[in-house]
């Protein structure tokens, strides 16, 4: 993966002109396409323009202060206070402040939100949570809890679309949303004067656009990325960003923890990664990756049948269902998979996400959203659905919460892939977060008037 | 000895005779001081791993308990596989020492050890193997950074920190926070105090113990303004005595003046009053340096695009295209006006015409002028490309119309913002933006940068 992301460095830098840098213009309209809807959440590009979190993520994926300044823990992480930045708008005129970030934050997650309680006090706003949240900071910076002024909907926008950040929701008609610069943003106007996002386009449609001038950024999905570099595309590419993993059910037959192990050890990761992403993940059996915690090579990545079939026994005859959550390479992947199961003498069918009665397995990306190996464990666990947090961070203790997650087989860990964009030879100092996703408050473009 | 070699004048034969036993004692010296310096540095590499073996080997024998074990090292990290050996060494002496006996492949028992790490340190990981069973330790050290190289070159830069922004928490009296208002000009008065522009605010400081200090009534309000940049910019320009300044941001200009307080001794009261209008006026961005009294070159700022439109008063010979930094420099026919184009094009406005400087493309979008009595007397200070997170300062100098480099990179340790020379011209203002690390703003610090010959 780092030969290919020296390539991407390469191509840049040979899309470079030979004058200096220069300060980034100011105006213009970015031309971004996607294959989702960039409105969805979470993940939607949209979003991550127009609303703020209350933290955020840095580009070196530290959480850093967003519309809130500062924040403190106390009573062993039970309760938080995040105190408000003072004189923020929202982009109708709003002021923000603590009791429309509690109504935002209610509306987001209502009775199924990771902390019991959250209140107003004077500018501050308060978590009170049973089991102690010691990664609240970073969970607050994750899409998932963007604040967006509640009760203000008047029909023209859609709901949830007024926020403070850098653009606001401006239409979204013919499969094209459109956002304009919020000249009053509290980070400052951004660059460029508006964003054009482009819905539902497949990725020959964008990367066919990039190329005769009329995208400027394109996604370029990981299983992709080597035919990206053949076309030539400038391609700029994350660091590891997410973990594919099968997430294995432990009621039913599943319930056998041989069964599970079983299935941990007939996964061929090697023939996923060299067929299916082109060798463009980096194959892992830790929930963390290698960068971040330097013990993953304690965690076993060779299949081993003998030892599959061994813990199998026998023991079921009974079908097993796999789900893929995501696009057409996600399903091939969970054929991949089901391939490598019944070698080991499961029966297994692969159906599609939403039309099956019962899953057993589900194989789905699970992003990495901190650069701090304790948050991202605790947020991955989270997203996992095994929440449980994370109080120590030492490699000696994550490395035994993880030991103790992964050998009772209910995640498999199987690849870290990267995130990647195609941009356009106008586009200057895009940069992407720890998530992979693009900052693009940020960026600007070189021939802006 | 040096005046008899004078008056005599010998032949080298001579010379080489009367040398030798200086020869033998500096060869001797020489060799000496190798072996001193061999010694040293075996001797810091082999330290800086003594820790890490203890608490490993520690660690080891906890969990094995005195016997003996087969032990492999593996390297997994930057660590260069000739310290292997002596980390082998003291690994083995530690072992020993707390009674593992490192043994060959006939012991039962095994000790599998890899040098790892991860993005903040170095992770020594122990896999120690008895029967079936495997158990792990594991110990961690810092990660050293590589040094930054240096370059023998006519000036060398030097940076010193002037001010660095912080406030208090609300939250906790006791924790400094560091501030993420952005600093976007700076300069200093005839006191000494400083005043610095923010998004909002003027300040001004005064220097007292433990740093420069603000109080509430030396922080003037700045007009509200419809364009927030994000990356404002700003210049506070003195008078020639000090006593006096003019602030401009986008479309506003402030005018700063000085009255002596009525008790000097009151520390909060500094004399300064500052009034703030909105204004389309052009920035008074350069002082020709050959007459003090002459008027500073203006340029006329684009709010809506952060740069200045390339209208200058007094004109200059030459039509200028919109630019973001420009700078005076000394030429052979007067004065030359350097310009950083919005395009990324520096040029040169000289005897009429404007002329495009090659050797730029490492430049960022900000650079001063610098006189200092090294090389040709007059070094442009530019910012680096501003694309890495560590941005750094580097002196060039302009013969002709090819920047040549005059001297290494200075470091910033963060992105420089804002880039102007003193109106000395000995030194410049630097304005960094620091990311602060996890669950900080990025902070800002004004540092003097000055030329030192080489």
């Given amino acids: 993966m780092f030969r290919q992301i020296a390539i991407s460095c390469l191509l840049t830098a040979m899309a470079l002109p030979a004058v200096a840098h220069t300060r980034p213009h100011y105006g213009g309209t970015l031309r971004v396409e996607v294959e989702g809807d960039p409105w969805q959440r979470p993940g939607g590009l949209a979003r991550q323009l127009v609303l703020d979190g209350l933290t955020a993520t840095s580009v070196d994926g530290n959480v850093r202060p967003a519309l809130a300044v500062e924040w403190k823990p106390e009573n062993d992480n039970h309760r938080w206070q995040f105190k408000l930045r003072s004189d923020v708008h929202f982009h109708n005129g709003t002021l923000v402040s603590s009791t429309n970030v509690v109504a935002a934050l209610t509306a987001i997650c209502g009775a199924g939100c990771p902390w019991t309680t959250v209140r107003a006090v004077g500018s501050s706003v308060i978590f009170l949570s049973d089991a102690p949240l010691p990664s609240l900071p970073e969970l607050l910076a994750t899409d998932e809890y963007r604040i967006a002024l509640s009760g203000a909907e008047d029909g023209a926008l859609p709901a949830g679309s007024i926020g403070t950040g850098p653009f606001q929701f401006v239409s979204f008609s013919n499969g094209v949303l459109l956002l304009a610069a919020n000249d009053n943003c509290w980070q400052g106007r951004p660059f460029l004067d508006s964003v054009e996002i482009h819905a539902h386009r497949s990725i020959h449609d964008q990367w066919l656009d990039l190329s005769v001038g009329r995208a400027d950024l394109v996604e370029v999905p990981a299983e992709q990325l080597r035919h990206a570099h053949e076309q030539r595309l400038n391609v700029v590419v994350s660091g590891p960003a997410s973990l594919l993993a099968l997430t294995v059910s432990d009621t039913g037959v599943l319930s056998n923890a041989n069964l599970r192990a079983s299935i941990a050890y007939a996964i061929d990761r090697s023939a996923l990664s060299n067929v299916i992403f082109q060798k463009q993940g980096e194959i892992t059996g830790s929930l963390l990756p290698a960068e971040l915690t330097g013990y993953s090579f304690l965690f076993s990545t060779e299949r081993d049948l003998n030892k599959a079939h061994e813990l199998r026994g026998g023991a079921s005859s009974q079908q097993l269902t796999i789900v893929a959550e995501g696009g057409p390479e996600m399903q091939l992947a969970a054929q991949r998979m089901a391939l490598n199961l019944r070698d080991a003498g499961f029966n297994i069918q692969v159906a599609s996400s939403g039309a099956a009665q019962h899953v057993d397995i589900t194989l789905r990306k699970i992003a990495l959203e901190s650069s701090e190996p304790g948050p991202a464990l605790e947020l991955m666990l989270r997203k996992a659905g095994s929440p449980a947090p994370v109080l120590e961070q030492t490699p000696a203790s994550l490395y035994k919460i993880e030991r103790q997650i992964l050998d009772a087989h209910m995640v498999i860990p199987l690849l870290y892939l990267p995130c990647a964009y195609g941009v356009g030879g106008r586009v200057r100092d895009l940069r992407l977060r720890a998530d992979g996703s693009p900052l693009l408050a940020g960026a600007s473009l070189e021939d802006a008037p | ?454």
């Fill in chain 2, 1 to 454: 000895m040096r005046n008899t070699v004078k008056r005599y004048n010998p032949p080298k034969r001579e010379i080489d005779e009367m040398m030798k036993p200086m020869k033998s004692w500096g060869l001797i010296a020489g060799l000496a001081g190798l072996l001193a310096c061999a010694v040293a540095r075996a001797a810091t590499a082999t330290s800086q791993w003594e820790q890490p073996c203890t608490e490993l080997a520690d660690e080891i024998a906890g969990i094995l308990g005195p016997g003996q074990a087969q032990l492999t090292i593996r390297n997994a990290s930057a660590v260069s596989t000739d310290e292997i050996p002596a980390i082998r060494r003291l690994l083995e002496q530690d072992l020993k020492a707390k009674g593992v006996q490192a043994s060959g492949a006939e012991s039962a028992n095994a000790i599998r050890v890899t040098l790892s790490e991860n993005l903040r340190e170095r992770l020594w990981v122990a896999e120690i193997v008895e029967g079936n069973e495997t158990r792990v330790a594991m110990v961690t050290s810092v990660l050293e950074l590589a040094a930054a190289p240096s370059a023998a070159d006519k000036v060398i830069l030097q940076k010193q920190q002037i001010w660095h922004s912080i406030w208090v928490s609300d939250l906790d009296p006791f924790r400094g926070f560091q501030s993420d208002d952005s600093v976007f000009a700076a300069n200093f008065t005839h006191n000494g105090e400083l005043v610095l522009m923010e998004p909002g605010f003027i300040k001004i400081a005064r220097h007292g113990f433990g740093g420069y200090s603000f109080h509430g009534a030396n922080i003037f309000e700045l007009p509200q303004r419809q364009l927030q940049a994000r990356d404002p910019r700003g210049i506070i320009q003195l008078s020639t005595d000090g006593k006096n300044f003019k602030a401009f941001t986008s479309g506003i200009e402030c005018d700063g003046t000085f009255a002596p307080p009525a008790d000097p001794s009151d520390f909060k009261v500094i004399g300064w009053t500052v009034h703030c209008h909105a204004s389309d006026d052009p920035w008074p961005i350069l002082q020709i340096e050959s007459s003090t009294a002459a008027p500073p070159l203006k340029a006329f700022f684009n709010a809506a695009r952060d740069y200045f439109t390339g209208v200058v008063t007094p004109s200059v010979a030459a039509e200028l295209p919109p630019f973001y930094s420009a700078a005076l420099l000394p030429r052979p026919d007067g004065a030359g006006l350097l310009i950083d184009g919005i395009d990324g094009k520096v040029q040169l406005a000289e005897s009429g015409s404007l002329k495009t400087v090659s050797g730029t493309r490492d430049w960022g979008s900000d650079f001063a002028a610098l006189h200092s009595a090294c090389g040709t007397g007059t070094q442009i200070i530019a910012s680096g490309s501003g694309e890495a997170i560590t941005d750094s300062l580097r002196a060039y100098e302009l013969p002709a119309l090819e920047a040549i480099p005059a001297s290494a990179p200075l470091a910033m340790e963060g992105t420089v913002t804002a880039l102007w020379s003193e109106p000395d011209g000995k030194s410049v203002f630097a304005i960094v933006r620091k990311a602060a690390g996890p669950g900080r703003a990025d902070s800002y610090e004004v540092d003097r940068v000055s030329a030192n010959c080489n």
